[in-house]
Nanobody
């Protein structure tokens, strides 16, 4: 089993920045990919960004050039730096991890609220 604990999030005005962090513990040898999903009220959960142990990464188009995902393999952490935030970024953000991209939804954090006011 893998445990994911998130920190960060909160309330920010449009144009502001927030940083989310996620620490993994447990059977971390089974994790290759870590990432962040988000779910806004009334919408489906969306994969925002992911990164592999080797550093391959990708973003959903709506956050490219604004969000940056990073990973510290030694500390088993992943972070999401969110800049130029927009009201449409408001959602609960979830850290996720898995052995592959297809299995990224194997393990979940508890979720952290990000609210961007206009």
């Amino acid at each position: 089993q893998v445990q994911l604990v998130e920190s960060g999030g909160g309330l920010v005005q449009a144009g502001g920045s927030l940083r989310l962090s996620c620490a993994a513990s447990g059977s971390i040898f089974s994790i290759n990919v870590m990432g962040w999903y988000r779910q806004a009220p009334g919408k489906q959960r969306e994969l925002v960004a992911w990164i592999t142990r080797g550093g391959r990464l990708n973003y959903v188009d709506s956050v490219k050039d604004r969000f940056t995902i990073s990973r510290d393999n030694a500390k088993n952490t992943v972070a999401l730096q969110m800049n130029s935030l927009k009201p449409e970024d408001t959602a609960v953000y979830y850290c996720a991890a898995g052995i592959s991209l297809i299995r990224l939804d194997s393990y979940w954090g508890q979720g952290t609220q990000v609210t961007v006011s206009s």
